[in-house]
């Protein structure tokens, strides 16, 4: 019959977390099966399974806590109030990850080389179930860090990332077109965003195969495909007025081996939206 997991246990697989994900920031191999089993002798007749969704559960408090995750494992909710408190007290005393991943959001990025850029595309993640995978994605003007340290909105602020992003956008539309033989249509993309300003509402037009617009919202971050993004409520609303048209185009892991995927339709159909903040006026 399965126990509580103690305090001994739950700090034993957070530290085996963080130092997975220590690595993987630093761009460090590392082997999760291995890992998994060292773990296990420090834990008391605990599954690899059980392990598994510990981890998981991990992943969803450091995106709750603006901290990026690992991407190896996707987020998983309803977790225990000890784990949350040990994560949290982990966060606090590891200053060394914290400094290592300022540096890195902020770090300017350049399009990466790509042999193949048809084969980034993924299908969308789907969840398993209603309180499977975090979804919630904030919805935000002008993204603020907060709670200390919001990692994630200081990547949403690296101009050069979300640029990189963006022409890294381009250049699939532009291979996309020209597979399909849409060579004029390629040519006729436009990172708009530059050309005419960042109050449309999204970055790129492009064109379908019978050259009807495609309007794209770019979101890129360096990190997994769950990782929260922000939108503005000037998004929102064209998402809406021009549904059909409309795209949100997530690329992650865009300094290692960039992946994006799709959505079409209106932002708030298309996610979950949390509200991450409000304007305030003296009534």
């Not at 460090?28 to 420090?42: A, C, F, T």
């Not at 834990?43 to 059980?50: D, F």
């Not at 990332?161 to 249509?185: C, D, M």
Request: net charge neutral; charged share 30%; proline share 4%.
């Amino acid at each position: 019959m399965a126990t509580d997991w103690s305090r001994m246990e739950v700090k034993a697989t957070v530290a085996d977390y963080f130092a997975m994900l220590r690595k993987e920031i630093l761009g460090i191999p590392y082997n999760k099966s291995q890992h998994r089993r060292q773990l296990l002798g420090l834990l008391q007749h605990r599954s690899p399974g059980a392990v598994e969704r510990k981890h998981q559960n991990i992943s969803a408090i450091l995106i709750e806590q603006g901290f990026v995750y690992l991407a190896g494992y996707k987020p998983l909710r309803n977790y225990q109030q000890l784990l949350q408190f040990c994560v949290t007290e982990h966060l606090k005393a590891d200053h060394n990850i914290k400094e290592v991943l300022c540096e890195q959001v902020a770090e300017p990025a350049v399009l990466p080389a790509i042999d193949d850029i048809l084969a980034s595309r993924i299908n969308t993640p789907e969840k398993h179930s209603r309180h499977a995978e975090y979804r919630h994605n904030k919805i935000h003007e002008k993204p603020q860090v907060r709670k200390g340290i919001d990692y994630i909105a200081m990547e949403a602020n690296n101009l050069s990332l979300g640029s990189a992003g963006e022409e890294f956008v381009v250049t699939y539309e532009t291979a996309r077109l020209i597979h399909i033989g849409q060579e004029r249509l390629a040519a006729e993309i436009e990172q708009v965003s530059r050309t005419r300003g960042d109050g449309l509402g999204y970055d790129v037009l492009s064109f379908d195969e019978n050259g009807r617009e495609r309007l794209i919202e770019v979101k890129t971050t360096a990190y997994g495909p769950y990782t929260p993004f922000f939108v503005t409520p000037n998004e929102v609303a064209v998402s809406r007025d021009k549904e059909e048209r409309y795209y949100i185009y997530r690329v992650f892991n865009f300094r290692k081996q960039p992946k994006l995927f799709t959505r079409q339709g209106s932002i708030d159909r298309a996610f979950e939206l949390k509200a991450s903040e409000f304007e305030a006026r003296i009534l």
